[in-house]
Structures are given as C-alpha cells and as structure tokens.
C-alpha cells in the first residue's frame, strides 16, 4: 500500500507542478515581474528626490558640476535595459515567463 501511495503522489506532484507553472504563466509573471521592478525604481526615484531638497545649495552646486544627476540616469537605465533583458531569449524574442517551476 505505501508503494502506491507514493506512486500517486508522484503523479500528483507532477501534474500540480504543471498546472501551477501554466497558471503562472497564463496570469503574465512577466508583466507582474515589469510592474514590481518599476515600482521598486519609482519608489527609488522619489526617495532621491524628497532627500535631495534638504541638502544646501553649496552641495546641490557641486552634485549638479559632477554630474550626480547624469550618473544616476545612466544607473536606473542600466537597471532597466538589465530587466529587459532578463526576459528575453537568446534570439531577442521576449520570454512568457523565466519561471522554471519548482525545480529550484
């Protein structure tokens, strides 16, 4: 009797895995993927910018001639391009989802 129920449970565990991974899909884990780390770099963005009104004019001067604001643009698009990328396949195709189940 063990030996069956741990056969049963093989198949169950099978066919969960699958009906799991296609449910995720089906939903968009992609988009939902996008939406987090767009929310994640807006939330970023206003951190920066509620903290970047208390600092002196001296300092906003000298972060303005180093070009603070230049390196940080180039810093959330190279975050952004990376996201991208992430989701797309070897032929520059994008990717349905990256979720490989529970494999690990």
Excluded: H, Q
């Amino acid at each position: 009797m063990p030996v069956i129920a741990a056969i049963a449970w093989g198949i169950v565990a099978l066919l969960l895995e699958t009906i799991v991974s296609r449910v995720i899909t089906a939903i968009g884990f992609g988009m939902i993927s996008y939406s987090g780390v767009s929310a994640f770099l807006g939330g970023i963005k206003s951190s920066i910018a509620a903290n970047g009104s208390s600092v002196s004019s001296a300092v906003a001067s000298i972060l303005a001639m180093t070009g603070f604001g230049t390196a940080i643009s180039i810093l959330f698009s190279a975050i952004t391009i990376r996201a991208t990328l992430d989701g797309m396949d070897k032929a520059g195709n994008l990717v349905r989802s990256k979720w490989k189940g529970f494999k690990g």
